[in-house]
């Protein structure tokens, strides 16, 4: 890599280090819980922010293309950071639902805008193959980060309160906005992309083969896969529980837990262009999905499976994101590719909808176990039925 890129790129890597702080991914869940809403209430909560998603997507991605990609990164993680500090004072399924819907919309505008960016900036120098190896890499040192932030929240949680963690949060966060506007823009901007432009090229691309069934197909593991995080934190903690953990701890042991699955989805990010050389992005999304609906059929046969189970999650989520933008990126231009991404993104955020909605309801009839063993079942007669009408890799 010449060494004009060399210092964006490393920043690049800064950047999201930022943005994989989270002292409060392994009480997430178990903080919300505290304030007394059942499953169907969290999945409700989920669902607002994943509409939040649905309706945003779009116009924000367009404004990526417009206002430039890096400017539009740091105006999402200003709003992240603010609704982050806003979460940790919030008690009532309403005030939950606002923080939910905002950090929503501060994420879009860092999801399309955050490939697109990093895309175009290899473009310059044509290694625009080498994505998947450098957004692995980012992702796989920011959850390396991650986990050790991670563990420190659980920490916080048993040592002082829920609030703590997401205090903290908001402040890392905030420290990415300094790195963003030292970077340069990676395009000449898209002063001249209209809202028209922007509806012919998703026509064009998302909605038309080789995207089409590729979008519906990676949907459909987006949904599934990220149903499950209603579920984790309360599974890993009854876990634990049954294992002689103390009760005072136990924010602690999921938090350590979690940190662990951090590590294991960093080292598989990591190697994402390894994979991509070795497996091939069309056998990884053979076999993936397959091996992940198994595994979720096995978490109510015995407590303690769930530990390598969602550590597979972690890991399957990673490499699956990092490859499937990378399919996405090497079929669409640099104008309207943050616009494309963010369509691709808003039908994935789409699919999550009806997934947490019944898997809330279901966890309360049945348990959190049995909800992901039914859902890792529609995942296998799903990727079954994609194959067969049309292969989407």
Do not use: C
């Not at 309360?234 to 294992?243: A, H, M, Q």
Request: glycine share 10%; aromatic share 12%; no cysteine.
């Amino acid at each position: 890599m010449e060494s004009g890129l060399r210092s964006p790129v490393a920043k690049y890597y800064a950047y999201k280090a930022t943005e994989f702080v989270s002292f409060t991914a392994a009480i997430w869940i178990l903080f919300v819980r505290s304030r007394g809403l059942t499953f169907a209430e969290v999945g409700a909560l989920n669902s607002v922010w994943w509409v939040a998603l649905v309706v945003s997507e779009i116009p924000t991605g367009y404004l990526g293309d417009r206002i430039g990609r890096r400017s539009a990164m740091a105006l999402g993680t200003g709003i992240i950071a603010v609704s982050t500090a806003a979460m940790g004072v919030s008690s009532t399924f309403l005030q939950l639902a606002i923080v939910y819907a905002t950090w929503a919309v501060g994420q879009t505008f860092r999801s399309g805008s955050d490939d697109a960016w990093l895309y175009d900036l290899l473009g310059e120098t044509n290694e625009t193959s080498e994505f998947a190896n450098i957004k692995g890499r980012a992702a796989g040192i920011g959850l390396a980060i991650g986990a050790l932030t991670t563990f420190a929240g659980g920490v916080f949680a048993d040592w002082a309160n829920y609030s703590v963690p997401f205090f903290a949060t908001a402040i890392v966060t905030a420290l990415g906005i300094p790195i963003l506007l030292s970077v340069p823009e990676s395009s000449d901007g898209g002063s001249d992309f209209s809202p028209r432009m922007a509806v012919q090229v998703i026509r064009d691309k998302p909605a038309k083969p080789p995207l089409r069934s590729f979008v519906l197909y990676f949907a459909l593991l987006f949904g599934v896969v990220n149903m499950a995080y209603i579920f984790d934190q309360p599974i890993i903690r009854d876990v634990v529980l049954e294992l002689g953990v103390p009760e005072a701890a136990t924010n602690t042991a999921v938090s350590a837990s979690y940190a662990v699955f951090s590590l294991f989805g960093a080292a598989a990010s990591y190697r994402a262009g390894w994979i991509r050389e070795r497996v091939g992005t069309r056998n990884w999304f053979v076999g993936a999905p397959v091996l992940l609906g198994l595994s979720y059929l096995t978490l109510p046969i015995f407590g303690p499976l769930a530990f390598p189970v969602f550590m597979l999650a972690r890991g399957i989520t990673n490499v699956s994101t990092a490859l499937g933008n990378q399919y996405v990126n090497d079929h669409v231009d640099s104008i309207g590719r943050a616009t494309v991404l963010s369509a691709a993104g808003m039908l994935y955020s789409l699919a999550v909808v009806p997934f947490e909605l019944a898997g809330g309801v279901v966890a309360d009839v049945i348990s959190p176990t049995g909800a992901l063993a039914l859902f890792g079942g529609v995942l296998l007669v799903g990727v079954g039925i994609s194959w067969v009408v049309e292969h989407p890799v």
